[in-house]
């Protein structure tokens, strides 16, 4: 069974709107972490934001934001303001703490942003 | 800002040769991974290593496979007798704690 759903394979945004990229998740453990990541056309892996189970408030990182939502096992990941340069894939990811050391990572979303 | 950085960023290696991916990551980091994605696929988790040993590793990392940190600095990953399949980036990645992993840009390897 997939631990991180991306249901979003592609999406085509218009700059200056703000984006919502879908991820679900699926545990039994009470202690985890999401991430999400951005892969550039380049190729490297850029951490954006983080958010634990344990965390209260939904994290946010400058233009970025997760909106967490636990009892649905959602970590949705909302770009304000997108910009050309936020074109890239993203990729929802979890850690289960007790569990092991691994990310393990969605299929992924590849976002166009159109000027 | 400290990044974590890999050599080189393209390796081409004949199938059957060994090749050794190297790795510098974050001076204060702890934990330490490897991990692959074939072209158009998603990122896959290969190896964990903490003080100074293997902590975990997926089904991926066979006997083909083997990590070392030899000097303190660098984090490496030996694929030994590469097969076609296992062209891919290969991403290394640290962390000071067991939340965030950062990235290094990545190696690509290319087995012809």
């Known amino acids: 069974a997939q631990k991180i759903t991306q249901t979003q394979p592609g999406m085509f945004v218009q700059e200056k709107e703000a984006v919502t990229l879908d991820c679900t998740y699926d545990t039994s453990d009470q202690s985890y972490g999401l991430f999400w990541y951005k892969q550039p056309s380049s190729g490297e892996m850029i951490f954006l934001i983080y958010?634990?189970?344990?965390?209260?408030q939904n994290a946010t990182e400058g233009r970025y934001s997760l909106n967490f939502q636990k009892a649905r096992k959602s970590a949705n990941l909302v770009i304000s303001a997108s910009q050309l340069g936020d074109s890239a894939m993203y990729f929802c990811a979890m850690r289960e703490v007790q569990r092991d050391d691994k990310i393990i990572f969605g299929k992924g979303t590849r976002l166009h942003i159109l000027p | 800002e400290p990044e974590v950085t890999q050599t080189p960023s393209h390796q081409v290696t004949q199938m059957g040769q060994e090749v050794i991916l190297r790795c510098v990551p974050i001076s204060n980091h702890l934990y330490f991974y490897w991990y692959r994605q074939i072209l158009g696929q998603k990122v896959e988790f290969l190896v964990s290593?903490?003080?100074?040993?293997?902590?975990?590793k997926s089904e991926i990392f066979d006997d083909q496979f083997s990590v070392e940190r030899p000097d303190g600095s660098n984090f490496t990953l030996k694929i030994r007798s590469t097969k076609l399949e296992d062209s891919a980036m290969y991403f290394c990645?640290?962390?000071?704690?067991?939340?965030?992993?950062?990235f290094g840009p990545g190696t690509r390897l290319t087995v012809l």
């Open positions: 290593f903490y003080n100074n040993e293997i902590s975990e």
């Open positions: 958010q634990g189970s344990y965390d209260e």
């Open positions: 990645a640290s962390s000071p704690r067991h939340n965030e992993q950062f």
